[in-house]
């Protein structure tokens, strides 16, 4: 799983107290002070109980911890990209950062990316996205119980198909939930134009 925070100059300006910081991770707040002595995270100058929000929610997605959404500056949307494999992640790094380019302007985003199946399902119910984007390759047992647990959830959701789905879509064969359907092939520019509405519905 990748994790990014894409953030505006206006989150950086953010301070957390210790107690803040510790309460979101669930954690002490000795072992907030245990990162900061140990110098892995520090506090604000003049501001002995205070950290800046970007460097510890950066702090814990380097570190592979959660974020939780307390810590998270307002505006702030996430992202989850799924795909059916580690190699499809890769291949689809440039949509994966057109997609976050076209919200960033006006959200913070924090993106994160999962294979499709056990991983994807836990990371949905452990960091509860605002938008799930599913890179579809093929639809069955595994993709049926994604689709269900999105919608318990009430999650958006945009799907990128391949070309030969998006005929059969576009003639009626069959129909697949999700707040937009793309084809994968779409031209960068209307790709981007089109996922920006999605927070618009």
Known sequence: MKRRFYHHIQASNRL???EEIASACSVSPDK??????????????????????????????????????????????????????????????STIEQICTAFKERYNILSESAVIGRTADLTILASHPDLVVLFLKSYNRVTVNLFEL?????????????QGTQDSL??????????LILCEKTPENQLVDQVRTIFAC
């Open 16 to 18: 957390l107290s210790l």
């Open 170 to 179: 576009d003639l009626g064969e069959f129909t697949l939930p999700g707040d």
């Open 32 to 93: 907030i002070r245990g990162w900061v002595s140990a110098d892995l995270l520090r506090v604000k100058a003049g501001s002995p109980q205070f950290l800046d929000a970007v460097e510890v929610i950066s702090f814990l997605i380097e570190n592979k911890l959660p974020v939780s959404s307390a810590l998270l500056p307002p505006q702030t949307k996430k992202i989850l990209f799924i795909t059916a494999s580690v190699a499809e992640l890769e291949e689809q790094s």
């Open 150 to 162: 999105l919608n318990n959830r009430a999650v958006k959701t945009i799907l990128l198909v391949d």
